[in-house]
């Protein structure tokens, strides 16, 4: 790894988690900032709710398809080109939301122009993990790993608070168009504080079949589970994208098996270590799809609270994760990832189960201490999972194996979304015909079942709890001999002075 600029160790070390950071909280501020105006978009340009959600469906598939093939082009090129052209992308895309769609008074120049900025969404999103490990000293990357996460929390906080604000009192516009000065400091900041690399390679021998096939998967995998509600799981457009998401994956397997440098080196899962904390990391984010989607319903129709009013309440949800990420970093180095993971899955599911015990008079109260328990725990798993997978690989495998786990961050929550809708669905269905239901009952018999709906899917979350809990005490501390008997001092020199 090249050396570059003459930054101090010091402020080179917090400027660098900063640039990191920002890549982090603008990835995550953006998933969540679009989805609250989309009613206000569909007015704008008179089209329907179902023609207006491609503008976050469009961003969803680009970054599915796209995360993993940016991972592997990162370690061949280096993380500081992917870095700064991502964001390059992601800013001039968001200008583009911006302002493209009333130029040509149209919404699909906004679906477009969103679909070019989840390109350097997917660019800046799959380096974050691999940049901590390839460039902060290893006492440093608990704690540098612990803010990443925080600022991912933050972002995930005040999306919506802050789209509402900006859609309310500005325009809609402005939820892309905030994203422009962030992305321009990061620009600048990055340029001057990522290290320089030396290219491991060329994109000559770049495996464009792995990328076109997991591009094709993985998008209409995701288009299945996203849209077969809305379009009908058996309806031909679905069922026909079902069988191109199995044949695509299974020929991308079996591809990458015999390619010189594929996209995602499959033997890697021949590692039981590696098997179990990959699928604890999308536990995490499947069984949390469950809380995160289905409690604002909860809320607003079993509560009756106001939207703005339980968007404070889910607010505690992200708090707790920002806590519990500093406290994670701090804790990384002297309890170990292993007995923090535990802990962790511990706490979570004590929140899961609290979560299973909401009916249709349950305090505010209540709801806040779940869901802040439940964003303690998250927040205090990430940090050491995130860790022990990236110290496990190669170097060279960094940037790959950093797209794995930002796939498997966002992929798991849209799966879980669709499985715990169905879930509650045929809960509710079942228990309302057990009382034989009609539309015209009463509200105190409709609210109780729509309750113990709520509860019913809650509690598959638990039950995933209680597995993740499992799988931490599986767990092992294996760090790849590329950063054993390494002072940190010295990785860290070779980095920043």
Known sequence: MDTTGTVSRKDGYALLILSISLATFMACLDGTIVNIALPTISEAFNVSTSTVSWVATAYMLVMAGCVLVFGKISDIIGFKKIFLLGFAVFTTGSFACGLLPDLFNSLYWLVGSRMFQALGGAMITAIGPAMVTAYIPMEKKGKAMGIVMTFAAL????????????????????????????????????????????????????????????????????????????????????????????????????????????????????????????????????????????????????????????????????????????????????????????????????????????HEYTHAGYVVVSLAIIGFGLGLMITPVSNLIMNSVARTKQGMVSSLISLERFAPLSLGIATFNLIFIQGVLTLAAGVGITKESPKEIVMPVLSTGFDHAFFYSFILGIVIIILTLFIRQEVHPDYRDKPAESEASACLM
């Open 155 to 358: 972002g995930t906080a005040l999306g919506p608070t802050l789209g509402g604000i900006l859609t309310q009192y500005l325009s809609w516009h402005w939820i892309f168009y905030i994203n422009v000065p962030v992305g321009i400091i990061a620009i600048l900041l990055g340029a001057k504080v990522i290290p320089k690399a030396v290219p491991r390679g060329n994109l000559a021998s770049f495996d464009r079949i792995g990328a076109a096939l997991v591009f094709t998967g993985l998008a209409s995998l995701l288009f299945v589970v996203s849209e077969g509600q809305n379009l009908g799981w058996t309806s031909p457009g679905i069922l026909a994208l079902a069988a191109v998401t199995i044949v695509t994956l299974a020929w991308f397997v079996r591809h990458e098996l015999s390619a010189k440098d594929p996209i995602l080196d499959i033997r890697l899962f021949k590692n039981a270590n590696f098997i179990v904390i990959n699928l604890i990391i999308f536990l995490i984010f499947f069984s949390f799809a469950g809380i995160n989607y289905l409690l604002p319903f909860y809320l607003q129709y079993v509560r009756g609270f106001a939207v703005s009013s339980a968007g404070l309440i889910i607010t505690s949800l992200s708090v707790a994760m920002m806590v519990a990420g500093l406290i994670a970093g701090s804790l990384y180095n002297s309890t170990g990832p292993k007995k923090l993971a535990i802990a962790a899955g511990i706490i979570l599911t004590a929140g899961y189960y609290l979560m299973t015990r909401l």
